[in-house]
């Protein structure tokens, strides 16, 4: 499985933004998409989850309310929808993958098989 994160860039404190995450190859009914984040010097940091098949959503504390996740089955897409973005929130965030859905494991990036190469978001106050 491929996947390639796109729609980071420059905002505004309280603005939004639309990051897309694009899967290739075979992804079966177990899987489950997630986001991540990094800032500098900081480990990375669960955002949000999906199962691929369910519909089953999880949220990190810091995003909740604020932000929130979508699949599209039929093109193979994950979207994270980012609003009242706060300068804390800058960071690359990264889309990932994982073969089997554990929820008490849903936000623990060691349990993600596959990463994409992230997408940058800088949040100016």
């Known amino acids: 499985v491929q996947l390639q994160a796109s729609g980071g860039g420059l905002v505004q404190a309280g603005g939004s933004l639309r990051l897309s995450c694009a899967f290739s190859?075979?992804?079966?009914?177990?899987?489950?998409m997630g986001w991540f984040r990094q800032a500098p010097g900081k480990d990375r940091e669960f955002i949000a989850a999906?199962?691929?098949?369910?519909?089953?959503?999880y949220y990190g504390d810091a995003v909740k309310g604020r932000f929130t996740i979508s699949k599209d089955t039929a093109q193979n897409t994950v979207v994270l929808q980012m609003n009242n973005l706060k300068p804390e929130d800058s960071a690359v965030y990264y889309c990932?993958?994982?073969?089997?859905?554990?929820?008490?494991?849903?936000?623990?990036?060691?349990?993600?098989?596959?990463w994409g190469q992230g997408t940058l978001v800088t949040v100016s106050s």
């Open positions: 990932s993958a994982r073969r089997t859905f554990h929820s008490a494991t849903i936000k623990v990036k060691s349990a993600y098989d596959y």
């Open positions: 190859g075979r992804i079966f009914s177990s899987y489950v």
């Open positions: 999906i199962s691929w098949s369910w519909g089953a959503i």
